[in-house]
């Protein structure tokens, strides 16, 4: 998770993964340490800025999953492509769904620039 305010980041609040180990493909935030990063970024008078992860083997879009999980309509999706591991790929999304725990919505490519 990524904090900040005005589309600047300023803070990074990594978090574990806690899914099943028999689905190597998913990431599931640690609940406990996304609500200390929640509660630190309130306690800052910051902005969830965006969510980042990692595609190991695919493009740096979102999934079906990822659309699925989209819960932060505020915030940016961050992917970040090994697909290619010496030429990794970061790409940055708004994901707009009609329905907030729908299934399906529009992926916008974001312009993001990392310094």
Known sequence: MLGGQG???????PT????????????????????QAQEQLEAANL???AIYHSHI???????????RTAYYPDS???LVSFAEPA??????YKI???DLWGE???????????T
């Open 76 to 78: 940016y999706y961050v």
């Open 57 to 67: 083997h695919t493009p740096a879009y979102p999934s079906p999953t990822d659309v």
């Open 96 to 98: 707009v769904k009609p």
């Open 16 to 35: 574990e993964n806690v899914a099943p180990e028999d689905k190597p493909k998913r990431y599931l935030v640690n609940p406990r340490q996304q609500l």
């Open 47 to 49: 902005e969830l800025s």
């Open 7 to 13: 589309g600047l980041v300023s803070r990074h609040y």
């Open 104 to 114: 399906s919505g529009e992926i916008v490519e974001q312009e993001w620039q990392v």
């Open 87 to 92: 030429n990794p790929v970061i790409r940055a």
